[in-house]
């Protein structure tokens, strides 16, 4: 499994769509991406929790 941690919402699922799984970061919360795909969007507060659950079903 490749995964990406990138720094920003907007060019981050492109720019590592190579990736199998991925987050990207903001002030505002993060994305969840897999093969560039949006998967979901999350608070800062629940990044270990929706991590954990998006790699299990992964």
Excluded at 5 to 28: H, L, Q, R
């Amino acid at each position: 499994m490749t995964i990406a941690v990138m720094g920003c919402e907007v060019n981050g699922p492109k720019e590592a769509s190579s990736a199998d799984f991925g987050v990207a970061g903001s002030p505002n919360g993060f994305i969840v991406f897999k093969k560039g795909a949006f998967v979901c969007r999350g608070e800062l507060k629940d990044f270990e929790e929706i991590i954990r659950r998006e790699i299990t079903i992964y």
